[in-house]
């Protein structure tokens, strides 16, 4: 008698074995172009881009002690505010870079691994942390523009308040992203442990920041460690490009396909 089954003898000793196999990681360039993409943002950070095009002007330091006058006085300059403006464009175009960092770590993920939510979850978060970042720049650029065009301090000082508020809530779904792809990273075993834990560390400081930035701004104080800031950050900047330097000395490596199991015909004694 024939029958269609599964025989022990083959396919039981297949999936001991399989799991004990190192997974390769596919890799891609566009993680690191990305990353490349995001850092850009410099150029208009440094002045670069205002000194290229002959624009004289820095950005609004504003604080929770500053004054009315104080911050209509900033807006008002027309270098500034033409330097707000043309940083508002330049961010437009570079701050997309983050969404096609994760996007990239997410292909690498999918064509060596498999399908994770998280995964895409933090595609979709970083998509949001840039979207409210590109809104503070450019809610800051019509602040200026409308300081410097007859508008009244309370309107200048109301719209200065909005952009820092838009400021301290990029850090949630940024470090939201980060710690959902590393998550990810960490669970392929495809990445060095520690990078994943870099990632996971730095997401959750970037977490943190975004709950308690906006309410310690308002109150002049900060409500988290100090050194928070600066890890969240700098601990996302060395994640980012040494995931993307792994990712692109990946590339071109065939990928990685899951064995189907086959049915077995055999003779029942």
């Not at 961010?91 to 998280?118: D, H, K, M, N, T």
């Not at 992203?177 to 870099?198: C, G, N, T």
């Amino acid at each position: 008698m024939l029958t269609i089954g599964k025989d022990p003898a083959v396919d039981d000793r297949s999936a001991a074995v399989a799991p004990r196999e190192r997974r390769q990681l596919v890799g891609n360039r566009w993680a690191l172009a990305g990353a490349i993409i995001y850092l850009l943002e410099w150029v208009a950070i440094a002045g670069w881009l205002g000194a290229l095009v002959g624009i004289n002007g820095g950005g609004v330091q504003t604080t929770s002690s500053s004054t009315a006058s104080d911050i209509f006085r900033q807006y008002s300059h027309a270098g500034t505010a033409a330097a707000i403006a043309l940083g508002a464009g330049w961010f437009a175009l570079v701050l997309p870079g983050r969404i096609l960092l994760i996007a990239g770590i997410r292909q690498g993920l999918r064509r060596s691994w498999g399908e994770s939510p998280l995964a895409d979850l933090a595609v979709g978060a970083m998509t949001v942390s840039v979207a409210i970042e590109i809104a503070t720049y450019a809610v800051a650029a019509g602040v200026g523009h409308a300081a410097t065009s007859g508008g009244d301090q309370p309107s200048v000082v109301t719209g200065d308040a909005i952009s820092n508020l838009l400021n301290a809530s990029v850090f949630s779904p940024l470090g939201l992203s980060v710690l959902a792809i590393s998550v990810v990273m960490l669970q392929s075993r495809l990445f060095p442990w520690w990078l994943s834990l870099l990632g996971v560390l730095a997401g959750a400081a970037l977490c943190i920041e975004g709950v308690l930035g906006g309410a310690g701004s308002q109150i002049g104080a900060h409500l988290y460690p100090g050194f928070l800031d600066p890890f969240g950050v700098f601990g996302f900047w060395a994640w980012m490009l040494v995931t993307g330097v792994l990712l692109f000395r990946a590339t071109g490596k065939p990928r990685q396909r899951r064995p189907r199991p086959n049915p077995t015909t055999h003779k029942e004694a």
